[in-house]
């Protein structure tokens, strides 16, 4: 049988910072307990990361990954649709990545629920076999 488990946006487990350099963007993912690190390491990965904004990252995404901190370094190439001096979406900005990915759902045991930060579900689930972190299931 399962652990029990709650899915929560990625805000509810870390806090993130994000900058920018032409057309890369940097965002920093760091988690409120270490006790949340491998989840995030695990289910953020690179893939989902660049999957999460659907298109919007045309290039790579490196990860770098500092656990002792509880810090996990997003560098996404091709992020910013050519840099923001070249571009006139006022949203293209690293700082708005770092917004959006907060709400990145992540799989959360629900004995950790302690652990977590904002509005919560009410009640523990157990995973379906088609459910994936990060999955859009209209939250």
């Known amino acids: 049988m399962s652990e029990p488990t709650i899915r ?24 409120y307990a270490p006790e949340l690190y491998p989840l995030v390491r695990d289910q953020l990965t690179p893939e989902r990361f660049a ?4 298109g919007r990252i045309t290039g790579r995404v490196e990860r770098f990954e500092v656990a002792r901190l509880g ?13 923001v001096s070249r571009n006139l979406n006022l949203d293209q900005y690293g ?10 759902e992540v799989e959360v045991p629900a004995r950790l629920r302690n652990s977590l930060r904002g509005p919560l579900p009410d009640s523990p689930t157990t995973p379906r076999p088609d459910d994936h972190p990060g999955g859009t299931d209209g939250h």
């Not at 700082?95 to 990145?104: D, E, I, R, T």
């Open 71 to 83: 810090v996990i370094n997003y560098v996404a190439h091709g992020a910013l649709g050519g840099g």
């Open 8 to 31: 929560v946006p990625l805000r509810a487990l870390a806090h993130a910072r994000a900058g920018d350099k032409g057309n890369t963007s940097n965002v920093a993912v760091i988690v």
């Open 95 to 104: 700082k708005s990545l770092s917004a959006a990915v907060l709400g990145f």
């Open 51 to 54: 999957a999460h904004f659907r």
